[in-house]
């Protein structure tokens, strides 16, 4: 997204998602400013309540939506959702959800319905985007994914070098992330695997993928 210049058209969508710590300050002309819901990573948690100032306080109108597993988000001994709940006493406006493990479920029975494979014996985690798809179809009759690179674009020779965050420099590719995480044979996301659904997904439903374009796919 960096170049893109389609901060104004990003905001002037209905609804906003970004997803874990990605910011906006200092990149409004690429990516917006506007943030209607986050979708966050219970592993993302502590970074946003190491910037609460920038997340909570400045930005008070976004929906908070929380993924994890049960033993981090459960509502007795949950690590994570403990720390939420200091949030939201230091933020009162603040608003937080978190998904119920039934949801979690879903989630992992539509991966297994869409590869064929069980998340869990394959040893991989869902991704944050997956979540964040699965919400939007649920939310949205349009949508449209700025700065996500199709399942085939790290094959292609030309493809461009990009960081695997547009606010971290100096980090790790993005194609080297995917195709790390790709061929883990344990803890890795199936980064890969899931832009291949999703494709298919956009074939039946009202999806538009840019910067770059999945037109070619």
């Given at each position: ?7 104004q058209e990003i905001d002037s969508a209905d609804c906003v998602l970004r ?41 008070p109108d976004t929906l908070y939506v929380i993924w994890g597993p049960p ?138 993928f840019t910067h770059p374009s999945w037109k070619e796919d």
């Amino acid at each position: 997204m960096l170049g893109a210049r389609k901060g104004q058209e990003i905001d002037s969508a209905d609804c906003v998602l970004r997803m874990n710590q990605a910011p906006t300050r200092g990149f409004e002309e690429d990516v917006g400013s506007k943030s209607t819901v986050r979708v966050v990573s219970h592993t993302s948690v502590p970074i946003l309540i190491r910037n609460a100032t920038y997340f909570f306080q400045q930005a008070p109108d976004t929906l908070y939506v929380i993924w994890g597993p049960p033993k981090v988000l459960n509502h007795e001994k949950g690590v994570i959702y403990r720390r939420l709940l200091k949030v939201q006493e230091m933020y009162p406006s603040t608003q937080v959800y978190t998904l119920t493990e039934a949801m979690m479920a879903r989630c992992d029975q539509i991966f297994k319905n869409e590869t064929g494979k069980d998340r869990m014996k394959s040893g991989s985690f869902l991704s944050t985007g997956w979540f964040t798809m699965i919400l939007a179809m649920e939310l949205c009759e349009k949508i449209s994914v700025y700065g996500m690179v199709s399942e085939s674009y790290c094959r292609v020779k030309n493809q461009q070098s990009v960081p695997y965050h547009y606010f971290e420099k100096g980090k790790m590719t993005e194609c080297s992330m995917y195709l790390v995480h790709e061929r883990a044979p344990r803890g890795g996301h199936r980064f890969i695997t899931e832009k291949a659904v999703f494709s298919r997904w956009a074939k039946r439903r009202n999806i538009v993928f840019t910067h770059p374009s999945w037109k070619e796919d």
